[in-house]
Each structure stands twice: as structure tokens, then as C-alpha cells.
């Protein structure tokens, strides 16, 4: 089974400034995607980005980016210009290519924004 | 678009009563649903996928006679907690995704279910 790992329980950033979370995954699969859910305290899952496996280029919207390591089995977030409302849980999710029915989360990362 | 709403948001009942929570795609088909258990500060727990006029496909461990799954329509799949106590109080959400090969989940806002 796939397994999506996040060693980063809790992190802060400065209003502002630049955050990456970490995520790493562990799949035989060649085709899958990736993703980053925000939960808010209200706990209403927001998507943040998507990325598909066998897109090189990386995923941007906005001040989201990640870092896709397809070799490496890494796929970080970067939040830049970081805002209060970004305060929140952050899911890295993997679904697989081959069973759409097959959906894996990671254990989240508490983001914390100080003003 | 791609809302998904569930309802009640939040529930009470009493130990050996049953609940059941909805969960709708409003304005989309929803090919599959997806039904997740949160504790918390913890992360989603998968707990059973449903498909529209099929039973529903349960993780290993997660009791089917408990956890009751109907997807009746393309838009609504039903979770009944049956002789619900209070191990089950939890977070529940629900989720859909769009066609067969449909790319994310779009995720209701929850249902806090607590038994007394």
C-alpha cells in the first residue's frame, strides 16, 4: 500500500515570509497525483494544489508552489508572502492513477502565522 | 462549483440510537463518495467509498453493520451510525469526486457526532 509521510507535526512562519512543508510518499505506481488540502478550524477541506505525476513542470497557483522530486518521491509546499489566514492543518494526499478509489493522507503539519 | 454539503453539522444522541448523516453533491454528479473519520488533531481516516447503486467498499477494520452506507442517487450517499456509543463520537466527513477519472475530492464541511 502507498504510504504519505509528513515529519513536520507543527511549524510557525513570520507574516510575510516564505514556509515549505514537507511530504514524501512511497508508491510502486508510475502514474498518480498529488495534492495539498488546507484544513481551516472551521475543518472544511480546501484544496490548495494539484500535481500530476507525469507533469515535469511544477505546480503553481498563486503564492503556492510545490517541489515535485518524482525520483526522490518528495513533494514539498512552498507558501510564500505567508498570511494569517494561512494558519491552518496541511494534508499531503497521494491518489493513485490506477484505482481513482484509493486516496492517501499524510498526517498533516499544523501551520502556525505569527504578525 | 463542486459543492458538497452535509447535514446535520452536529448531532447528539444518546448511547443505542442510531444516526444517520447526508451528504450531497450539489451541483455536480458525483460518480464516487468517499466517507472519512476524524479524530482530533489527527488526519483522515478512510472509511468506506461508494459508488452510486453499489454497495459500499469498507477499509479493513471499519464494521459494516455499524457504519451503514447507502448511495442512492448520484448526488446523495447517507452514513447511519447504528447502536452508536460513545467510541464512535468523531468528525465525519465526507467527500466526491467527479466523473470516473475525476481528480480531487471535494470535501463537505463535516459532521460532529457525539454520543452520550
Known sequence: AQTVTQSQ???SVQEAETVTLSCTYDTSESDYYLFWYKQ??????????????????NATENRFSVNFQK????????????????????????????????????????????? | GAVVSQHPSWVICKSGTSVKIECRSLDFQATTMFWYRQFPKQSLMLMATSNEGSKATYEQ??????????????????????SAHPEDSSFYICSATV?????????????RLTVT
Open chain 1, 9 to 11: 507535526p507543527e511549524m
Open chain 1, 40 to 57: 481551516p478550524p472551521s475543518r472544511q477541506m480546501i484544496l490548495v494544489i494539484r500535481q500530476e505525476a507525469y507533469k515535469q513542470q
Open chain 1, 71 to 115: 525520483a526522490a518521491k518528495s513533494f514539498s509546499l512552498k507558501i510564500s508572502d505567508s498570511q494569517l489566514g494561512d494558519a491552518a492543518m496541511y494534508f499531503c494526499a497521494y491518489r493513485s492513477g490506477y484505482n481513482f478509489n484509493k486516496f492517501y493522507f499524510g498526517s498533516g503539519t499544523k501551520l502556525n502565522v505569527k504578525p
Open chain 2, 61 to 82: 477494520g471499519v464494521e459494516k453493520d455499524k457504519f451503514l452506507i447507502n448511495h442512492a442517487s448520484l448526488t446523495l450517499s447517507t452514513l447511519t451510525v447504528t
Open chain 2, 99 to 111: 466523473g470516473l477519472a475525476g481528480y480531487e475530492q471535494y470535501f463537505g464541511p463535516g459532521t
